[in-house]
């Protein structure tokens, strides 16, 4: 009987250290979301609303199709038809220019 003890164990461990290691991977990744959703600065937000907004109409083009001056102006003037606000243009436009 102590020798079915000692086989089990092994398993037992591995387990026990698999779920450590799930905890602490979920941990950090929840971490990692909620710090993204309280920064709404981060250059992910603007691409989050530049996905969410203008795919409902367009195919996205990449950014770098144009220059930061022409984006300048296609997004002030998509504000108006996709009902942005200020906040979403200055991200989405802000997100653009970065990544052309």
């Keep these: 009987m102590k020798h079915g003890r000692q086989s089990r164990f ?3 461990a591995g387990i026990l250290f698999l779920a450590a290691l799930l905890t602490v991977a979920c941990a950090s990744v ?3 979301a909620e710090q993204n959703a309280a920064r709404p600065d ?3 937000h603007g691409a989050a609303l530049w996905a969410a907004n203008c795919t409902r109409c367009h195919n ?3 950014a770098a199709s144009y220059n ?6 296609i997004v002030h003037h998509m504000r108006q038809r996709a009902g942005l606000t ?6 989405i436009t802000a997100f653009l220019q970065r990544a052309n």
């Design 60 to 62: 996205l083009r990449p």
């Design 10 to 12: 092994p398993r037992f």
């Design 42 to 44: 981060l250059e992910d």
């Design 30 to 32: 929840e971490t990692g």
């Design 86 to 91: 200020g906040e979403e243009q200055r991200e």
């Design 68 to 73: 930061d001056a022409e984006w300048a102006v």
